[in-house]
Structures are given as structure tokens and as C-alpha cells.
DNA sequence: TATTGTTATACTCTATAACTATA
DNA sequence: TATAGTTATAGAGTATAACAATA
């Protein structure tokens, strides 16, 4: 049976005052399109993101990365396998201390960075088509601000 | 061991040049306060959300408070199932069709309401304590224009 | 003792699919 | 046939804890 009874619209002004609440829905909107933006790359979004910290910081290590990236440690781990499986990063020895990899991104991880940061632009420039070049930079600027106060 | 050597920063500029990124650093530390914001009163994200779509909107199907709250039946159920056992929402019953149930908040999930909502101004208000209020305003409103284009 | 990387495990959030009862 | 609610299951994503190798 469709509907046929006149749809009182449903309203969510109680959760729209929250900015938090408008964060949530713009960032899970992001999110699932960036997905679907990497997943022809062979990449998602941490393996995206720890490929480009590897790249500005060639001979990181895990550890070092997993705090770039808010992560544990362990998460780490499959990630850097995940990259060096697909040949886009190499794990390399450190001289003077055998505990710690030295991570680079190869040639081929490069490669798919510029590529990556190609498509990811593209995938920005529809996700805020709304928004004016200056008001995307405002935008960037305002959350960059956000964070809990220290004590 | 202590680390000795001159800590050469590591920085993120390749991920910070995008707003998603940004937008999902913030996110994740609103996220992270919110969450210690409402565990106090019992309640999580999500079931905070729907106590707040309920009470804008009595005798809401679970069906609609799921496209409201953009999760499937399934997830309304637990939700709903956890609220009903806090005795904030009841479900009662529609009369013509016997399939689907009427949520309504209760006089202790009003009160849970206007307590959770105090509560989560005041950390909005601390999360966002480098913001000026109309920056604010602005920051909501920007929000609020991303979205994927329909085609 | 402390650190790096590793493994195993568990937890949260959410989606998918199959089911029932009603319409 | 279609809809509302339910259940079971599975998949991300991430955290915790214990461990081996090295410092």
C-alpha cells in the first residue's frame, strides 16, 4: 500500500541548533563520497592519509605516523602492511636503532598520491559546490579553531 | 630511553590543504567530548538524537525516525529498545494500523531532554570557545551547505 | 626500564538480509 | 504486494592489552 495520508514533515530544529550536529551530517556526507572517490584508487581514507604524511615526512615511523594520524600504534601496523603490499611504501631499516622502520613512499606510491590528491580535489570541489571559494577557506579556517580547551 | 635527538616536527600539510580533512579532525574531537558530555546522563549520540526527534515530533513511526536520523529500521530498534527501558519514550500503539508504533517522550525524558540539552550547550560552548559568536552562526550555516550535487 | 612493532581480542557503530505481522 | 518492526549477522574502524626484540 503507498502512502496516501498527507506526510507531516518531520523536523529536526532540536538537533539543528547544535553545530555538532551540522558537523555530523556534512562529515558523514564527506565521508561516504570521499569513499567511493578512493575505492577506484585501491585506497581508503587512512591508507590516503597515511600516504600523504609518509610522503611530507619521508623516513617516519610507525610510531610517529600513528600520532600524525591519531591512531594506536596497532592500527598502524595494517595500514603500512596494507601500503607496502601494494608497493607504495617501503619499510626500511633504521642505522643505530633495529627496532624502528624508516617509511617511504616508492616511485608507484608517488604515482598514486598525485593521483589521489587529483581526484580528491575534484571530489571537494562537488562536495562544496555550494560554498564560494572564499567561504570554503573560511570554513577550513573555523574548524581548524575547534578543539576542547586544555584544562 | 629517553628521546634525545632534535625531534623533527611532523607536519600534515598534504592532508591539510583539504577541508575534509579539517572537518574530520574537529568532528572527531566533538565527537569524543559530546560523548563524555552525555555519558553522565546516560545516553549516547544516537539515542540523544532520537529523544530529540521524538519530542519535536510525537507519535513518530520508528520507520520515520529512521530517514530522520539517516540509519535503517534496524538500528531504531535498539535505540528505541533502549530508550523505552529508561522510561524516557513510550511506544504506544497507532489506531487503524496495528503494524507501526507511536513514539512519545515521557515526563522523565522531557526532563532527560532539557537537562541533555543544557548539558550539551555547555560543552558546544566549550568546544567552540575560540570561536566568536558569529563566527559560530557562520561555521553552522556553512555546514549546512555541504552536500553532494544531485546528479 | 622504556620503546617499537606486533598480535589477538573486543567494542562501537552501522548496514544487509531474512523473517513476522499486518495492511 | 508493500510496509513496520524485528532479529541475526557481518563489516568497518578503532582501542586495549599482552608480547618479543631492541634500546
Redesign the pocket.
Known amino acids: 500500500?503507498?502512502?496516501e495520508c498527507a506526510a507531516k514533515e518531520i523536523t529536526d530544529e532540536n538537533l539543528r541548533q547544535f553545530v555538532g550536529y551540522n558537523m555530523k551530517r556534512a562529515f558523514l556526507n564527506v565521508r561516504a563520497d570521499l569513499?567511493d572517490t578512493l575505492e577506484p584508487l585501491g585506497l581508503?581514507?587512512?591508507s590516503f592519509s597515511a600516504l600523504a604524511v609518509i610522503i611530507e615526512n619521508p623516513d617516519i615511523?610507525?610510531?610517529?605516523l600513528a600520532e600524525a594520524l591519531?591512531?594506536?600504534?596497532?592500527?598502524?601496523?595494517?595500514l603500512?602492511?596494507e601500503l607496502e603490499s601494494a608497493d607504495l611504501i617501503s619499510?626500511g631499516r633504521v642505522e643505530?636503532?633495529?627496532?624502528?622502520?624508516a617509511l617511504r613512499a616508492t616511485k608507484a606510491g608517488m604515482a598514486k598520491w598525485k593521483e589521489a590528491e587529483t581526484a580528491v580535489n575534484a571530489h571537494e570541489a562537488a562536495m562544496f559546490s555550494k560554498l564560494t571559494e572564499a567561504e570554503v577557506t573560511v570554513l577550513k579556517e573555523l574548524l581548524r579553531r575547534v578543539r576542547r580547551p586544555e584544562a
Do not use: C, H, L, P
Open positions: 500500500m503507498k502512502k569513499a581508503r581514507m587512512t615511523s610507525q610510531s610517529r591519531r591512531i594506536e600504534r596497532s592500527g598502524v601496523v595494517v603500512v602492511d619499510r643505530g636503532d633495529r627496532r624502528q622502520y
